[in-house]
Every structure is written in structure tokens, then in C-alpha cells.
């Protein structure tokens, strides 16, 4: 009789280890996070919890800047994952404003929102700032690089000085001010949790803390997942 052939147990875990590395991100909670993360560590509690978005929907909310470095480096990760999100799941950007070369940025964001703009153009723009380094500080050089991509500078400037992009500034700096968010990128999640950027955490491992409370939240508010 031939005996089993068994293979070692580190073969074994080299092998699962393998598996689950050439699992697509974005299917689901990488296995960190499916074991559960610590409040406080990988993320802190929003107090008082603030009312979502959309009464159906988990929202997710990512606070950033353009002129952000850190945001910039942030966004090969983030674009793809966002894409993958689910259906019940309603993400958006709100920029921030931590000096004052940030100031037209976040306008320029907001302005490409009425514009419905941002997805065409979110990744120009970062481009822009951070490899052709370019001066986006005041709304001139801003509209002369979004008339290069088709949208005329009269459009631009009457949406960058309209009442909606001023209502949603003001609107940003209540989040901002609620959330209590002191650095970016952050991502905050229904109204209930930040993520942490625990120092020295990469941030590709930012976004298994979010899977998480994402299905921490569907949880709390009883919404089926789509």
C-alpha cells in the first residue's frame, strides 16, 4: 500500500499564502481585515456619528487635496479599488483647503463636479501639479489647461465662481470640521469611522481597513449588499 504523500507545513503555508496573493483586490476584505480590526488602531469612531449621505447606501468619503502630494501618490491605488466598489456603496471626494495654494484646487474640484467633469478629468489635473508642475494656485493657469481638454474658459469660470461651488465649499469645511480631519488623504465611511493613517502604515493597506467598514456599516444600518 502506498503511503499519502504529504506535503511539509511550510510548503503548505507557501502555497495558501500564494492563493490568496492572486486573488483580485477588490473581490472582497483582503484576510487581514476579515479578522476583524482594532477601533483605535485601524480606525477611530466618528463622535457624534453624523447622518449619511443616502439613506440606501453605505457612503465613503475620501478627503483630499490636489496640491496634495500624498493624495496624488495615493490615487493608483484608490481609482481601481473605487471602481470595484458595489452598487450600494456611494463614494465622493471632498477637497480640502489646508493652505492657501489649496484654495483654488478645491474649487477647480468642485467646479469639475458641476461640470460633471471630475472622472474624465481627476487624473489630468494631479498630473498636472505634480509631473508638469504646474502652478494651480489661482484660477488663470487652471483655465487655460482645462480649455486644452475641450471645456471653454467661460464655461470653467462661471462654474468655478457659481453659487454651487461656493455652497459646496461651505459645505466641505463643515465636514472637514466634523469629521475632525487633520491631514490627508483620509477616508471616512458613513458617517461612523476614519481611517486611520497609523504611521508607517502603506497606504494600499488603507483601503482593507475601508472593505471593512464598509461591511461594518452595511451591518449597523441593515442594508442588504448589491
Known sequence: MESAHVL?????????????????????VRPAAA??????????LVSPALPPE???RVEVIEFFSYACPGCNAFEPSLEPW??????????????????DSWLAPARLYFALDVL?????????????IHKQ???????EPIAKFLEGHGIPQKNFNDAFNSCSVETKMQRSKSLLA??????????AVDGRYVVNPAEGRRQDDVLPVADYLIAEARKQRKLPKQ
Open 54 to 56: 443616502s439613506s440606501t
Open 133 to 139: 508642475h504646474a502652478d494651480f494656485s489661482n484660477p
Open 35 to 44: 479578522e476583524g480590526m482594532k477601533e483605535g488602531v485601524d480606525y477611530r
Open 178 to 187: 466634523a469629521y475632525k480631519i487633520d491631514q490627508v488623504p483620509e477616508i
Open 82 to 99: 473605487v471602481k470595484k466598489l458595489p452598487a450600494d456603496v456611494l463614494f465622493h471626494r471632498i477637497p480640502v483647503v489646508y493652505h
Open 8 to 28: 511539509p507545513v511550510n510548503s503548505i503555508r507557501r502555497r495558501l499564502v500564494l492563493l490568496l496573493a492572486s486573488l483580485p483586490f477588490g473581490l472582497g
Open 116 to 128: 460633471g467633469e471630475t472622472r474624465r478629468l481627476d487624473q489630468a489635473v494631479f498630473d498636472a
